[in-house]
T-cell receptor, first 110, second 114 residues
Framework: GQQVMQIPQYQHVQEGEDFTTYCNSS?????IQWYKQRPGGHPVFLIQ?????EVKKQKRLTFQFGEAKKNSSLHITATQTTDVGTYFC??????????FGKGTMLLVSP | SAVISQKPSRDICQRGTSLTIQCQVD?????MFWYRQQPGQSLTLIAT?????????ESGFVIDKFPISRPNLTFSTLTVSNMSPEDSSIYLC???????????FGEGSRLTVL
């Protein structure tokens, strides 16, 4: 099935700093999804990217899908303590099934 | 969207015992997915539960260890059999939105095996 590498594994920032996590695949992806999991919570869907070169924004979050559809990024501008959690990318690995990246844990210090 | 209820939310179990996790969805769905999330790790798909047919297991997971039931379109159970400390994980039930592909997750069942 599809495999996706996600980096960094962990990042600790000061509140107000920016944050970016990256997902990379060796093969072309049909689409990519992003999820956020707060500490002690369950994953919550953020967005799905489908088109080559697609860029979507949700307030301070910017999601990009590479031109070759092999990589994606999630960028948070001016992080806040509410952004704390683990961010996962996920790709289709079969009929209606998703494979998740290892996730990037974000810690934000006030 | 879908609302998913899982129980138990957490349990502490003894080695060698089995535990059944229940998952109830507020709407009828064809497929339900069971994921495992080991401490500090990502989510790993255990199996896909289809109503009216056998569950489809991912590589590394077998029916004897993780039997699944899917008696109707809103309910599924996952049993973790003959547990060992390595089975200590969060087990998550999820369903997908056919239109968007988005997955909705239950709150998870946190198992600790002593």
């Amino acid at each position: 099935g599809q495999q996706v590498m996600q980096i960094p594994q962990y990042q600790h920032v000061q509140e107000g700093e920016d944050f970016t996590t990256y997902c990379n695949s060796s093969t072309t992806l049909s689409n990519i999804q992003w999820y956020k999991q707060r500490p002690g919570g369950h994953p919550v869907f953020l967005i799905q990217l489908v088109k080559s070169g697609e860029v979507k924004k949700q307030k301070r979050l910017t999601f990009q899908f590479g031109e070759a559809k092999k990589n994606s990024s999630l960028h948070i501008t001016a992080t806040q303590t509410t952004d704390v959690g683990t961010y996962f990318c996920a790709v289709n690995s079969g009929y209606s099934t998703l494979t998740f990246g290892k996730g990037t844990m974000l810690l934000v210090s006030p | 969207s879908a609302v998913i209820s899982q129980k138990p939310s957490r349990d502490i179990c003894q080695r060698g015992t089995s535990l059944t996790i229940q998952c109830q969805v507020d709407s009828q769905v064809t497929m339900m997915f069971w994921y495992r999330q080991q401490p500090g790790q990502s989510l790993t798909l255990i199996a896909t539960a289809n109503q009216g047919s056998e569950a489809t297991y991912e590589s590394g997971f077998v029916i004897d260890k993780f039997p699944i039931s899917r008696p109707n379109l809103t309910f599924s159970t996952l049993t973790v059999s003959n547990m060992s400390p390595e089975d200590s994980s969060i087990y998550l039930c999820s369903v997908g939105d056919r239109a968007t592909g988005e997955l909705f997750f239950g709150e998870g069942s946190r198992l600790t095996v002593l």
